[in-house]
């Protein structure tokens, strides 16, 4: 297992498309999480699963971003109607929830850029 | 609520020792990390101290936690030119929801 991956590492689009981002966590990882890191600023939680229930979302997950995890393996982030300020770095992370687990492995993101 | 807070920038010379302070307000966190972010890369953890330990080392990092005042800081020992990085310091709030500070900026002076 060559750690949590995400594509595309890399999306431009306009203004007002919809885009749809897919994290692959570490497999038997039954947590899985998204951030969202802007430029200049650490990494905000957005959302939370354990196993295919999302059991958490921050204030800052309007309705226009919706979270998945059909099998409570690969999930999908995405957002409709894109606007200039949802531009960022997605970052997902995994864990594995158990007794005394303390880390969070997170992949290398995806960049969007909204013009 | 639940807030991190850090110096944004440092400098330090090569050889030296680098320290890097962070605040926190969530006393019921569990674990305490630092993550380091290069340019282009994701996030590595780097460290970690679980709330009721005073201090951890690990060959060149020390991390020193003060459970009273809420102060973490991280001490690089030896600074080589492959520690420039943004350093965040974070915290694991409720939920196991990590709690991320802006990021420190360490400069390494020649």
């Known amino acids: 297992d060559t750690g949590v991956s995400q594509n595309p590492r890399h999306k431009i689009t306009k203004r007002g498309q919809n885009v749809t981002f897919r994290c692959d966590p570490i497999?038997?990882?039954?947590?899985l999480y998204w951030y969202r890191q802007t430029l200049g600023q650490g990494p905000e939680f957005l959302t939370y699963f354990q196993n295919e229930a999302q059991l958490e979302k921050s204030r800052l997950l309007s309705d226009r971003f919706s979270a998945e995890r059909p099998k409570g393996s690969f999930s999908t982030l995405e957002i409709q109607r894109t606007e200039q300020g949802d531009s960022a770095m997605y970052l997902c992370a995994s864990s594995l929830s158990e007794t005394g687990d303390y880390e969070q492995y997170f992949g290398p993101g995806t960049r969007l850029t909204v013009t | 609520g639940e807030d991190v807070e850090q110096s944004l920038f440092l400098s330090v010379r090569e050889g030296d020792s680098s320290v890097i302070n962070c605040t926190y307000t969530?006393?019921?966190?569990?674990?305490l990390y630092w993550y380091k972010q290069e340019p282009g890369a994701g996030l590595q953890l780097l460290t970690y101290?679980?709330?009721?330990?005073d201090m951890k080392q690990d060959q060149r990092l020390t991390v020193l936690l003060n459970k009273k005042d809420k102060h973490l800081s991280l001490r690089i020992a030896d600074t080589q030119t492959g520690d420039s990085a943004i350093y965040f310091c974070a915290e694991k709030g409720r939920d196991d929801k990590i709690i991320f500070g802006k990021g420190t900026r360490l400069h390494i002076l020649p």
């Open positions: 497999s038997e990882h039954n947590r």
């Open positions: 101290i679980f709330s009721n330990m």
């Open positions: 969530d006393s019921s966190s569990t674990y």
